[in-house]
Structure formats: C-alpha cells, structure tokens
C-alpha cells in the first residue's frame, strides 16, 4: 500500500510536493513512478565539445565579480580540458557570498553542464551539477515539469518513491518474460527512472505491457460478470419515445434508427445487453441513450446514465428533462453537488420508484444509493472508469448495459478492444446542422483573429479558445491558458472567461454558465470542453499548438460547435511552420468531419492514439504506452487477457490471477483493495 501514499509522505517541502502532483497528474507515489522521463542526458563525457554536455573534473582558481551589473559572475578553473569558465547570472548582494562558500581558492570541484566555446575559451553556464555537495548521475532523466519544481526536486522525490516500491508477485506469464527478457515490475521501474546505464527498451515494454494488459483484464470482466447473469426482457409500448421525439422536433437519423433497433433487440431479449453504441461527435447519440432509457421505463422499469464528470453529467440532464419532460417523465441528478433536502429527495424517489431516470456521476454507485427496479445502465465514456465503478451500478438491479463513447474506434481496434461486445455504430449527421469549416492558420496572423472574433460578437456568436497548458512550464512554447486568458481579457474585457481542470468545480461550472448563457462570449479553456459542452451559439473553435494534439483530440474540440444551424469554424494554430508528417496530419482533419476515417488516420499516425483510454488528471489512461512503438502489443494482451480469464475467471484460484488483481489496481482498475490487502 505505500504505492498508494500520498506524495506528501516524500521527503519534500509541502509546497514542492503540490508542485509534484500537477506535473504527474495524480496525488499518490504512484502517479509519481507512472510519471516517465521525455529523454535521458548522459553525464559521462568529459570531453569539452561545443553545445554538448561535459562532466568535468576542476580545480578553482578564483571568483571574478562584474563590472556592471548586466554582467555575469566568472569562476576561472582548470580542468584536463583546458582553461574553463563557470558562468554566473544573479545579484551582487548574494551572488558573490555564494560563490566564494561554493568554490573557494584551489577546491577541487566536478562540474556538470553544456559547453560553449566564446572567444576561443570554454564556457559553462550555470553548471546543471556541481559535486560536492551534489552527486552527479551518470545518466539523468528528464522529466516533464511544472512551474516551481526541478528536475533536482523530482529526482529526489523519485529516489524515496523506488525505494518504497515493495517485492509484488508475478502477474505476466513466465514463458513470456524469459522470451522477451522482461525484468521484474520493480527493476523496470528502477531501470526506466533511475538508470545506472542509457536505458535499453525492454524495461519500458514491460511497463507497456503491463498497462495494456490491466486495460485488457479490465474489459474482460466487465464483459464476464455482466453476461453471465441472468437477464430480463424490457417492452414498452413506445408512447413515452414518441412524446420525447416530439418534443426533440426532428425524427431520428438513419444511423439512430438503426442503432435503436438493435438495442431494442436486445432489450426484448431474455439475457443480458451488454452493447457499445459509438458515435461521431454530433451523432445524436443522447437521444438514442434517452429513447433506450425510455423503453426501459415504458416497460416499468428505472434507467440510469453515468457519466465522469458532473460537466458532462449536467448536459445530459439539460436535454433529457426537456425532452423525458415533454413525455411526462421525471429526470433528476445525483452527483456531489447535489445536497441536503433534494439529495434526500433523490435518493427516496430511487429507492421507491417514483423517480424512474437519473443522470449522475460516481455519486450513483455509493453505498446509500438504491433503486427500487433497476433496468437499464448507461456508462458514457467508459474507459474513465475503473471496472468496480463500471460493475457497481450494475450490481444495483437486474440491468441491461449499453455502453457509448464518442470516440470513433478504428475497425482494426474493435476487436482488440471490446472483443465479444455487440456495437452499434451512429453515422450521419441531425438535421438542421451544416459542415464545418477547418482552417490551417499561421501563428503570424493570430492578431487578426482578435478583429475576426470582434465581428462575430457583434453578431452574437461565441468562440472558444483551446490551449494545452493550465500556466506556463519549463517548456517556454507551450501556450498556458492563464496567460492566453489574460491577454485576451485585455482586448474583449467581461466578455471572456476561463475554464480547467485545476479550477474549483464552482469556479468553472460558473465561467461555462456564464458562457452557456451569453453574458461571455469566448470562452479559454484547456481540454476540459471535450465532452459535455453543448452551446448552439458557439461558431468559432481556435485550437492553438494543434499539432501536438492527437486527431481524435482535434474531432472532439471541433465537435463543440456546429451545434446550430449557423456556419461554424474550426481554425488551426501551429505552435511553429509545420513538418511534412505534420502537415498529413492536420490536412486529414481539414479535409474530412467523418470520425471513423479520422480515427482510422490517427491509429495509422500514432499507432493507436488514446483509443484505449486518456491522461487525464482523476481518470484512467495510457501513461506508460507508446503509441508508436507498442500498438503491436493491444492483440498480445487481448489474447493474453482471454487465456487467463479462462484459467481463473474471477482471478482468485491461481498465483497469476490473484496476482492480476492487484495488477488491476495499480492501474486504476480497481476490484477493491481490500481483497487485495487481505489476500
């Protein structure tokens, strides 16, 4: 259980260690060993080659002080290179103190940083290690960061959290690591975070290889516990669709007829229905869950929808208590802002029945939570939550499952994916919306956009504003949401809001009111208006360094307007001029709105793209999968998966299950811990 400490356990300043949890997105030891370095930075030459890093051995002659204060503090030492100079920026009041404490006359010191060669003479600026009192690694990882923390600061973090990593049993198969010369779970992590030597590939497979197969355990048993029990049929007599349809003022699509009718199939079927309904943003897919949780109703029955978060939730709700309303049928949410007498007003009319749809978020799978005839569970976004969240509310009735995501699958993931899962797909488009316009637009013309986004307002349209970052990084060209919220507050003044993750919930629930409602008209925003943001008036998307986000990622964000019947934007900002592969990419998103080819593209350019999951802060995800170099593996564990779900079906008769259980922990994939602490 250390692993699932909190960083604060690390022996870090409290302030370093909230500096931690942002840059791994997580709050636990975990998230920390999870959090993988960008590259590695070999410290073994000590040879002074130019725009190269050395790691030298020198003796001090003296500290020279500047001239003027635009001028550095100069360490001049000796070293088997040659005459070197340590180079020094920082004020006089302290600058000089420090340097004569840390480099005395004739000290003999190692010096670690990249040389640069000015007038003839070897230069370091600002050594990244001087030893002592530091010990300098040979091979340095480097991790992403954050604002306020170093890279010294996670090393150190990360030294304590290796050590706390505990002897775990063995969950991958033996003939598979003696064939693919995989280390032990604990010594890959070691090799990848803290390697003696340049780091080969394997550690880092087996890393990927255990998520995927965490992932693939996880889709499994969903799919076992809920086939395998005992089913019922649901009928309705379609009176309670076809008011909601009124209501909605438009007849379903091809694409939602079809999908309709495959999911009545199955829910006049005696056994379980266990289906994913897929759909390209803008499908209607809310109105197929909604007419499916009618059915259930009409036929005396209680429909649930679960969403992750209570954004997405909240959206769900506004359109089926307008149009579950106009049939006559109530709908109500249960999340964990819902409180006091109107939560006790939920939770009786569930228990009792009268209530006979919600929309909620994990609030729904509480212990105090309980229906009186539970029939149908619809799971939004599924792969956001961890298989005892997923099997929990079906545990709360005898159910039917239907599963969406508005992800579009590639073909070729499917199988690997959901195996056995009947799927649905949606395609088309409702009527009354008109196609997208996408845009490839220089960062040099990001100025004219200001006076593009005045005409807009002044006709009463509203934009969104996408940036990747919540506040700048060490990574100077990431755009940072506060900063691009600043400067655009200075042009359009109230008119703009902001809205991310690291927000307070009623903070940004109120900025995305704000712009629901009009009283702002661009809205900045992280990723976090992916999903569940529905606002017809919103024409205009910018997506700036669109190039580092992943085409499904793009189809999303694009997908939040062109939600009326007006012309809506899609435009496009590089971070810089883009390269060939780049520029493939990008014109896919241009040329086409269909998702499933998108999605076909962004398995071919990144192997496989965030089709099993996202990183996100609070949900599951890739984290230690290249989608480039390990999209061989899906298949692997898929198979893998099956074989040993068919030796130990609920993981609990063999070593290796028993084992997979707690693999399926570590990865957020929780049964429970505690039958994992006992056994």
């Not at 309709?260 to 809310?286: F, H, W, Y």
């Amino acid at each position: 259980m250390t692993l699932f400490a909190p960083l604060s356990s690390l022996p870090l300043p409290e302030e370093k260690a909230k500096r931690l949890a942002q840059a791994v997105e997580g709050p636990r030891v975990l998230d920390l060993l999870f959090h993988l370095p960008e590259r590695y930075q070999d410290r073994r030459s000590s040879q002074a080659r130019e725009g190269e890093v050395a790691t030298l051995a020198v003796r001090v002659d003296r500290v020279v002080g500047p001239r003027s204060p635009s001028q550095p503090w100069v360490v001049l030492c000796d070293s088997p290179a040659g005459p070197v100079e340590l180079i020094y920026f920082g004020r006089r009041s302290w600058m000089g103190a420090w340097l004569e404490r840390h480099f005395p006359e004739g000290a003999e010191r190692l010096v670690s940083g990249k040389m640069k060669l000015f007038r003839d003479q070897w230069r370091m600026e600002a050594p990244d290690y001087v030893s002592p009192p530091d010990i300098i690694p040979d091979i340095q990882p480097v991790w992403p960061l954050v604002r306020g923390l170093g890279q010294k600061d996670v090393a150190k973090a990360m030294e304590a959290a290796l050590a706390a990593v505990p002897d775990l049993p063995e969950w991958q198969d033996a003939p598979l690591l003696a064939r693919r010369h995989w280390p032990p779970f604990g010594e890959a992590l070691r090799a990848v975070q803290a390697p003696a030597e340049p780091p080969e590939d394997t550690p880092r497979d087996r890393l990927a290889y255990d998520e995927l197969l965490a992932g693939q355990l996880a889709i499994g048993l969903v799919r076992r516990t809920v086939m395998r029990r005992p089913g019922r049929r649901l009928l309705g007599d379609g009176r309670l669709r076809q008011a909601a349809l009124a209501a909605f003022g438009f007849p379903p699509t091809e694409g939602q007829a079809r999908a309709l009718a495959e999911i009545d199939t199955d829910l006049a079927a005696p056994t379980r229905m266990l289906r994913l309904l897929q759909g390209d943003v803008g499908s209607g897919k809310t109105l197929v869950a909604l007419q499916a949780m009618l059915r259930a109703v009409e036929g005396g029955a209680q429909a649930a929808l679960m969403a992750p978060t209570e954004l997405l939730a909240r959206q769900h709700l506004r359109t089926f208590q307008r149009l579950a309303g106009a049939a006559g049928v109530e709908c109500v949410l249960l999340a964990g802002s819902v409180k006091g007498k109107e939560r006790k007003r939920v939770l009786a009319g569930l228990a009792d029945g009268s209530i006979p749809l919600v929309v909620g978020t994990h609030a729904l799978i509480e212990e105090g939570v309980a229906f009186r005839d539970l029939g149908l569970v619809v799971v939004d976004e599924q792969h956001r939550f961890g298989v005892s969240q997923r099997l929990a509310l079906t545990e709360k009735g005898t159910t039917d499952v239907l599963v969406m995501t508005a992800t579009p699958i590639p073909r070729t993931l499917l199988l690997t994916q959901w195996g056995e899962m009947a799927t649905s797909r949606l395609d088309g488009r409702p009527a009354g919306r008109q196609p997208i316009v996408t845009r490839i637009i220089s960062r040099e013309r990001r100025e004219e956009l200001t006076d593009r986004l005045r005409a807009a307002f002044a006709s009463g349209h509203r934009a969104y504003w996408v940036v990747r970052a919540v506040e700048e990084g060490e990574r100077h060209d990431n755009v940072a949401a506060e900063t691009t919220f600043a400067e655009l507050a200075a042009i359009f003044g109230d008119k703009v809001r902001l809205a991310h993750g690291a927000q307070k919930l009623d903070v940004r629930e109120a900025a995305l009111h704000d712009f629901a409602t009009g009283r702002a008209q661009l809205l900045v925003a992280t990723t976090v208006v992916e999903v569940g943001v529905d606002v017809p008036e919103a024409t205009i998307m910018i997506i700036e360094q669109a190039e580092r986000f992943g085409l499904a990622a793009l189809h999303q964000l694009r997908g939040r307007v062109g939600r009326g019947k007006a012309q809506s934007f899609c435009l496009l900002l590089p971070s810089g001029e883009l390269n060939e592969f780049e520029q493939r990419r990008l014109a896919v998103l241009r040329d086409t709105e269909d998702g499933f080819t998108i999605a076909d593209a962004d398995l071919e350019f990144r192997g496989g793209g965030d089709a099993l999951g996202v990183r996100q802060a609070g949900h599951i995800g890739r984290r230690l999968v290249d989608p480039q170099r390990h999209a061989g593996m899906i298949r692997m564990a898929h198979k893998d998966a099956e074989l040993l779900m068919q030796k130990d079906p609920d993981l609990a008769a063999t070593p290796r299950g028993k084992a997979a259980r707690l693999l399926l922990a570590l990865f957020g994939h929780d049964l429970t811990l505690a039958p994992l602490a006992a056994g």
